[in-house]
């Protein structure tokens, strides 16, 4: 049967406009796959963190306490637990004496949260040491599904009247969204330590 000849144009408009929605939702959609793109990122960096390292620096004054004297007390890893809340216990690895300062190329375990129900390891290597003026540990494997590449940096001098002057740069790649979460907790956790409980320790015992 033969159409008449407005059916016919009316067929061939609507066809025709089929195929225009057709190809714009085609297009949207390839339009659209960067975005959706773009979004996953952000959400998966909102639920995982980016890999990039954290830096956290604190400062402190020992007063009457020469620089030598304070990187003696800061490189003996059984003084750590001393000073920071965190920190339960140290251990030596292979053969390492925890109650002398440790020297380039000595390992530690030290251990945090609350062993034996929740015990954290994290192994430190000392890379320099520099009496009476810096010293760094690092820690490559950091604390497992947590943070890797930590690292501890002290900076010792003068303050001109025979005390010391301490800068602790802290530093680590974050890999779960707890170790993000964590930076305002070691900000405190680092404040106290250098501020107050390492004050309090080396309280008066200022001489070489």
Known sequence: MRLPRVAKLVCQQSASRRARRSSSSVELSVEACPKMLFIAR????????????????????????????????????????KVVLSSHSVKGVGGVDVMQPLQPGGEVDEIFGLPPILP?????????????????????TGLEGIATNCGMAFEVTSDGAGGSAVELAMTYDPSSPLARLAAPVLVVDNALALKFLLQRSMRGTGSE
């Open 42 to 81: 952000l959400v998966c960096f909102a639920l995982v963190g980016r890999v990039a390292a954290l830096r956290l620096v604190t400062t402190a004054q020992l007063p009457g306490v020469p620089p030598s004297q304070a990187t003696d007390f800061l490189a003996t890893p059984a003084n750590w637990p």
């Open 120 to 140: 954290l390891r994290v192994r430190w290597t000392c890379t320099a040491a520099e009496r009476g003026r810096s010293l760094t540990f690092a820690s490559p």
